[in-house]
């Protein structure tokens, strides 16, 4: 049994049962407090960044979500039950992980070759997973468990799962490399068609949308974008994948996986025949970031019956939108050049992917580079000048989800 201090369930299933509650409670001493959010549509996050740059590190949708961000910031433990579809966490529960981004700064530092955000808090809960294994095949099932240590260690704590084995018990977990390397890339003949949809929730000026825009003026028919922030369009399109010969997913990373609105879709899949591809962009540099997300594309291509064409990684996209058209142009045109080959050919060029997908991680010398121009504030002038535009440059330090007594509690 488990002492500590203050302890929640967020209950993401859409079916929730008190049976549940009562054995999570045998493992630990004190009360602990439930949030059931099954049944409450969370909002997806939109990238806006407002939680960074407008209202430190305070979300501005407002839903129950919003409400409860102070029950977990100041738990000392977080106990997630989530659903699973499609061989994944759903959309509800990913939606949740997305919306945790404003406990975490917009500034960055190195861990480990990797990119990572400050932390806003000084300290942050234990997370404990429990999900239900049903319908999972074992390598969906770790797959799932990687990624969500992964999203633990990002998020800097540790990472427990909820086990059934007779009785509930908990397993600490460990890291474990993305399993990634499942299926060959397909070659198949060139495509007549390739249907693309863009999987970035921000309203306008993406930048997903933008390098669409320029895969458009390339390929001409022989693409067709659809924009998955067109709800209202989904159950024609879920019905229209049925039959259609080849599919791209083109989105932007969100915590190590895909947009919540993108899994939502994802869930309305049927088995059928074709080819599926993804491409992956992110503002992280380096493509290590993005494995996780592939190793559940895999899987997924093998769910749904498709040949899997395989998945492009592209980091350090975030910067497209502030560049000038120059350079816009030199950093879109190889990723437009890889869809074109798929299109074109009938497959990934090997080479074009390896070359996107550089760096894997931050080598020795961009590490201490990166250091330097940290320490000379060039790195992070960008957040600020944002922050100083919106008067809220001053309250970039703010932890609004944490109470008086929590933060003199931890130090």
């Known amino acids: 049994m488990v002492s500590g201090k203050m302890k929640t369930i967020f209950d993401l299933r859409e079916k929730q049962d008190d049976g549940m509650y009562e054995a999570i409670q045998n493992l630990y001493e ?37 409400e409860f961000c102070s029950d977990y910031i100041n738990s000392d433990t977080v106990i997630l039950l989530m659903d699973t579809a499609q061989g994944f966490i759903n959309h509800q529960a990913k939606a949740f992980l997305d919306r945790t981004i404003p406990h975490y700064h917009p500034y960055i ?79 198949i003949e060139p495509m007549e068609k390739l249907v693309i949809y863009n999987g970035s929730p921000r309203r306008a000026g993406s930048n ?8 458009v003026e390339a390929l001409a028919d022989r693409v067709e974008i659809r924009d998955l922030k067109e709800v209202g369009k989904w159950e024609e399109w879920a019905e ?22 993108v899994m939502a879709f994802i869930e309305k899949l049927q088995l059928s025949e074709g080819s599926i591809s993804f491409f992956v962009q992110s503002g992280f540099l380096e493509s290590s970031q993005s494995h996780y997300l592939e190793a559940y594309f895999q899987q997924l291509a093998l769910r749904l019956g498709r040949n899997y064409m395989g998945t492009t990684i592209k980091g350090g996209v975030e910067r497209l939108r502030m560049m000038q058209a120059t350079g816009q142009e030199k950093l879109m045109k190889p990723m437009v050049k890889t869809i074109a080959n798929l299109v074109y050919e009938g497959r990934f060029n090997p080479a074009d992917i390896r070359q996107l997908a550089k760096p894997i991680r931050l080598g020795m010398c961009t590490k201490i ?20 535009a919106n008067n809220a440059y001053e309250k970039r330090f703010d932890r609004p989800c944490k109470s008086l007594t929590m933060d003199s509690t931890n130090g």
């Not at 390598?139 to 260690?153: F, S």
């Not at 229209?240 to 996986?257: G, N, S, W």
């Open 109 to 187: 530092e190195v861990v480990d070759g990797e990119l990572h955000h400050r932390a806003r808090y000084k300290s942050y809960p234990k997370m404990v997973f429990y999900y239900n294994t049903e319908g999972l095949k074992n390598q969906e099932e770790q797959v799932i468990e990687d990624y969500l240590y992964r999203t633990a260690y990002h998020f800097q704590s540790k990472a427990y799962r909820i086990e059934t084995d007779g009785s509930l018990h908990l397993r600490l977990m460990e890291s474990r490399k993305a399993k990634k390397k499942v299926l060959d890339y397909a070659s």
């Open 240 to 261: 229209a994948f049925k039959v259609e010969k080849h599919v791209m997913f083109f989105m932007p990373l969100y915590v190590h996986a895909m947009p919540s609105h």
């Open 30 to 66: 004190e009360p602990l407090k439930v949030v059931k959010l099954g049944d409450e549509s969370i909002t997806e996050c939109i990238g806006c960044f407002n939680c960074w740059l407008k209202t430190p590190g305070r979300c501005v949708m407002k839903d129950r979500m919003t």
């Open 208 to 215: 997903s949308a933008l390098i669409l825009r320029k895969t």
């Open 369 to 388: 580079l990166f250091k330097i121009l940290c320490k000379l504030g060039v790195v992070n002038s960008y957040w600020d000048q944002q922050l100083i």
